[in-house]
């Protein structure tokens, strides 16, 4: 079963072999934080407008490169607390419906293929302009299209990045894709939420929607940083390292 999923990972696909819990494994992952956050730069303070107690984001604009359910998570609830939120997709494919009507609402919508110049172009006028950007792809992908954090803030000082990964950074655990339900199984939820006869899942994306959520959090955190002691901030989270933190509690 590995050596098919590794085969398949190197085709570009997202498989994984079922596989009990690795408690090593899983005690390193949480010496590492939870949210990993950085500072990748020098600005002055920026502010992103008036302070509204029910919206508390109005003013801030927020580019979302992000797919499936965890970093429409994130970003959806930017928009819920009043943030000026544009998801920027490809042409093809095209995301699922009912994904996009659940985590859709508040945000608008455009499609760029940022491997074009011109696209890619007009994406760099609407980073100009942004406070925050979210990004869900594989950090390799990013690299390759001149979109990982520290390209990001260097050319935009000022912008707060969020990043989201299925199993980590760096290395070759950025170039493989992956969503919770295969985190789950690689990382032994599966086998345990199981029967001797087959394994099973949670009954939710959990490692999707916490992680999405606790983005969130650290995103707005983060814009308050900026407002009062400038730079340009990253933030970045793993489901495995969500699972790992799962793993951890009591049972």
């Known amino acids: 079963a590995a050596e098919l999923a590794d085969a398949v990972t190197r085709e570009g696909g997202m498989c994984v072999a079922v596989a ?26 920026s502010s992103t407008g008036t302070v509204d107690a029910d919206r508390p984001l109005a003013g801030a604009r927020v580019l979302d490169l ?14 819920l607390l009043g943030a000026d939120v544009l998801r920027i997709d490809p042409p093809a494919p095209a995301e699922l419906g009912w994904q996009h009507l659940d985590s859709g609402p508040g945000k608008r919508s455009a499609l760029l293929d940022l491997r074009s110049a011109g696209d890619a172009a ?3 006028e609407l980073l100009a302009g942004a406070d925050a950007i979210v990004l869900g792809y594989r950090p390799s992908s990013l690299e390759r ?43 032994g939820i599966a086998l345990i939420e199981g029967t001797p006869d087959a394994p099973g899942a949670l009954p939710a994306q959990a490692l999707d929607h916490a992680t999405g959520y606790l983005l969130a959090a650290a995103m707005i955190t983060l814009l308050r940083r900026r407002s009062v002691d400038g730079g340009s901030w990253l933030a970045r989270m793993s489901l495995r390292r969500t699972a ?4 951890g509690l009591p049972r």
């Open 20 to 45: 009990g819990e690795d408690p090593r494994a899983d005690d390193e992952l949480r010496r590492r934080p939870l949210i990993d956050v950085a500072r990748l730069g020098e600005s002055e303070g």
């Open 66 to 79: 992000t797919r499936v359910i965890a970093g429409p998570v994130t970003t959806r609830t930017l928009a």
């Open 122 to 124: 007009r994406f760099d």
């Open 145 to 187: 299209l001149g979109l990982d954090p520290a390209t990001l803030a260097a050319r935009h000082p000022g912008l707060v990045v969020g990043q989201l990964a299925a199993w980590g950074f760096g290395g070759t655990t950025g170039e493989r894709g992956g969503f919770d339900s295969l985190v789950q199984a690689s990382s």
């Open 244 to 247: 790992a933190e799962l793993l």
